[in-house]
T-cell receptor, first 115, second 113 residues
């Protein structure tokens, strides 16, 4: 079946502009994660959604970052007033989130460049 | 205590050789340890994973060795091939809360033909 999809694949924006990044998880997956991968770095957890529960926002680096998940499916990560340090690849992952089923499946990512 | 330390940062191996990547953790609550493979321009793909109730798991040429007492785990790639050249990430997760992954910093593997 279809995997996790993300759009756009690349985004170049000017400093100070707002951007929206989209994630379509695997159908039926109830859990959705956003991670950030900076150049040459590992993956940093940003936010987690599970069903109708309150999201875990503990990884968001500042209040310029927000995310929502509509209808338990598609998610949008919004970065307001972008800064150059926001340049990174933003990865989305989804999971069944059943007991013992921890596997997360990643999308191809959105490469964000802030000029 | 939430960190996962990964080494080496980069690795060059001859074709047919064994590639070994190591990870260490502090949080004893971690109970799921996956390895991901990432090619340039692609998202990470799950390679193999282990839980702490076993000391080794093998899938094809890929083996995870797990040492619970030392809080260490490693990925062994047997008969390494040029197509294995990629960046490898270890991660750890716990069954409490969000199941979010704590990732290592990655190992860039290059297998010479």
């Amino acid at each position: 079946g279809a995997g996790v999809s993300q759009s756009p694949s690349n985004k170049v924006t000017e400093k100070g502009k707002d951007v929206e990044l989209r994630c379509d998880p695997i159908s039926g997956h109830t859990a959705l994660y956003w991670y950030r991968q900076s150049l040459g770095q590992g993956l940093e957890f940003l936010i987690y959604f599970q069903g109708n529960s309150a999201p875990d926002k503990s990884g968001l680096p500042s209040d310029r970052f927000s995310a929502e998940r509509t209808g338990g499916s598609v998610s949008t990560l919004t970065i307001q007033r972008t800064q150059q340090e926001d340049s990174a690849v933003y990865l989305c992952a989804s999971s069944l989130r059943l007991a013992g089923a921890y596997e997360q499946y990643f999308g191809p990512g959105t490469r964000l460049t802030v000029t | 205590q939430q960190q996962v330390k990964q080494s080496p940062q980069s690795l060059i191996v001859q074709k047919g050789g064994i590639s070994i990547i190591n990870c260490a953790y502090e949080n004893t609550a971690f109970d799921y340890f996956p390895w991901y493979q990432q090619f340039p321009g692609k998202g990470p793909a799950l390679l193999i994973a282990i839980r702490p109730d076993v000391s080794e798991k093998k899938e094809g040429r890929f083996t995870i060795s797990f040492n619970k007492s030392a809080k260490q785990f490693s990925l062994h790639i047997m008969d390494s091939q040029p197509g294995d050249s990629a960046t490898y990430f270890c991660a750890a997760s716990t069954d409490s809360g969000t199941y979010k992954y704590i990732f290592g910093t990655g190992t860039r593997l290059k297998v010479l033909a």
